[in-house]
Each structure stands twice: as structure tokens, then as C-alpha cells.
């Protein structure tokens, strides 16, 4: 048997902590030959319920499960982490915007990024989820330099997933066929879902939909403002689509990117493409399958798509000054 891998999830009594514990325990997220010690973390008020969810995963009496820790101290929670997914945080209700969380859910992050930096595993790699993510994660990290830049990533691949099965649908094919689908810039409703670049079933996308109109206009709406619908639709944000996406990412980021195809994940900037370095940014990478990853070239970028990388960087930076006046960076 290997040792033990620790995987730390925040807000782990959450709706998406609920979605996400039981299938990290089973194997999914870092495969059937790798046992898992479970560090949740969750403040005071929650522990009540988060003790209830520590007695259903020991029912599920999951083989790969060799330990649960639960806890609201963040040096017990980080400690000899390698898997990081921050989730606890305060969704958005209806009418808002994620980036209306900044100032409620930035302060959550900084105090963990400086537990991840003095706690963690050397091999740990962070996955932020809780929104406005791009931003959190950007505040995390920057409170643990220490810990090397590749190693921190905020969700989109949400996205990626919503943006792929809307154009299987539109095609009338599988979600399998679609590849190559890039989400650019913030989890938020100026991202840039790529059409342009991706392919289904071998063939670019334009060409398959045939309707420029629709790429260019609902479908980048709907994904945009899928968080939105469903928050109106449920009552609640997304939460198993959300876990299911966390477990997406870590899943690709361990495992060789086939040729023809991408991740859509956050990452930090280093100027790829014109962004400015050190934004959390949405990029296509890809994953080498020996835990290194890089942001994949030769995506074409026209007027279009140029416009709209724009709008979602200006955003960016908007909130990297926002939190810069917070004094959260
Ligand atoms: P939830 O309210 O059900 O659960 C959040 C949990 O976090 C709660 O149990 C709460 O007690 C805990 N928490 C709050 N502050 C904490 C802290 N300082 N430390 C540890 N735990 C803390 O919310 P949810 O539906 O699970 O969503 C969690 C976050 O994920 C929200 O910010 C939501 O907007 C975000 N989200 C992101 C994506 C994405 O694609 N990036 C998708 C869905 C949801
Ligand atoms: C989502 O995309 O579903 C989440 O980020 C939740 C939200 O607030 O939209």
C-alpha cells in the first residue's frame, strides 16, 4: 500500500463539501491505488453538522480511507497537505454578482494561504473554489510565497464542462467529441467561452454548429450566467456540478493532456497571451502527467475574442485593486 496522500477541503460541512468528501474518499479524485487521509476544515458553528458527515463517511467503510481529521484550526487542517480545495466560503444569492463576495469571503483566504505556506506538504498544490475564486486565490497565494506559483488554481472548469455540453447539444452529439474548449480570464460573467478553438467530433466548432450567431451570443450567455440560473432555478448555487468539476480539474492536472485537447483552469499569469503577470487568470493548459502543467500556445486570438479577453481582464485587475484597497494583498 502507498502512503497516504492528505487532502484538505474547506467548508467541508457545505452543500459542495457534501457532494465532494464522499467521492475524494471513494478514489476519485486521486485514483484506486492511493489511500487518503481527509483534513476538513470548517469554523466553530458548522462543527456540529460536520460531525454528522465524518460519521457517514466512516459508515461508508471506504477501503482508501485511511484517516479524517476535522477541525477549525488552520495548522490542523493544512498539516502535510498536498491536495488543498478550498471550497468554505459564502455563496452569492440571487441578484448578485460573485464578485459582490469580495469583500465578505477575502479575508477568509489570506489567513489560509500563510496556514498552507507554515502547514502543507512541499508537493501541495491548491484548488480554490469558493467564489469570487480567481481573486481568493490570487489573495491566498499571496500570503504564502513560499509556495511556488504553479502550484495554485481557481475553478473553471465549471465552465468548461457547461460550455462543452451545450454545443454537444447544439450539435447533437456526445460531450466526449467536444475538445480544445477554453475558458479565458475570471469565473464570472465576463469569461470568454472559446469557441473558436475547440473542435467536436474532430471538426472546429464553428463549423459543426454553423450558426455564428448563436456562438457568438446565447451560448456565450448561457455560460456566463449558468451560476446565475441555477442559483434562480434551486434556490442554491451549483453544488454537485461544482464538486464534480473540483474533481475535473485535479483528475486532468495529474493526468497527460492528450494533444488535441485542453484544461480550462485558473492559473497564475505570466504574461501568456498579453495578460498581465500575476492575475489568477482562466487559461487552456496542458498537463504533462508528472504534475507539471503549462499554458497551451497557438490558440488563435481574433478582434472578437481579443474584445472579450479585454473585458474579462479589466475585471480582473478591477478586483485585484479592489483587494489591494481592502488591504487583503
Ligand atoms: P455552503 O454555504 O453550502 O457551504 C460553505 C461552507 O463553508 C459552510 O459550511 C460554512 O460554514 C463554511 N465556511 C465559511 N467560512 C469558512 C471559513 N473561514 N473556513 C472554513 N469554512 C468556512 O456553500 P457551497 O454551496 O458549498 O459553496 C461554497 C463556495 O463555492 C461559495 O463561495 C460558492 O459561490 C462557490 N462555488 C464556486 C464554484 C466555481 O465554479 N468556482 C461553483 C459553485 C460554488
Ligand atoms: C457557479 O458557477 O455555479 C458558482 O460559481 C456559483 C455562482 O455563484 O454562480
Redesign the pocket.
Known sequence: MTTPVHVTV?????????QLLFRIASGQLLGPDTPVVLRL???E??MK??EGVVMELDDCAFPLLSGIEYT?DLAT?FSGTSWSLL??????KAGME?GD?LSV?GG?FQ??GRAIAENAASDVRVL??????NTNCLIARSHAPEVPADRWF??????QNRAETQIAKKVGTGVAGVKNLAIWGN?SATQFPDFANATVDGRPVPAAVADDEWLRTSFITTVQKR?AAIIEARG????A??AN??IDTVVSLRTATPADDCVSVSVTSHGEYGVPEGLTFGFPITADGQGGWRVKEGFAVDEFAAERIKITTDELLAERDEVRALGLI
Not at 474547506?10 to 457534501?18: F, P, S, V
Not at 481557481?154 to 465552465?159: F, S
Open positions: 474547506t467548508g467541508a460541512a457545505g452543500q459542495i463539501g457534501y476544515l470548517e469554523i458553528p458548522a453538522a460536520l477549525s487542517a471550497v468554505g466560503s459564502i455563496p452569492r460573485r463576495l469571503n477568509i489567513p489560509q480554490v473554489v469558493g467564489n469570487p475564486c481557481a475553478m473553471t472548469r465549471l465552465d469565473h451560476g442554491a448555487s451549483s453544488a456540478s461544482a468539476a473540483a
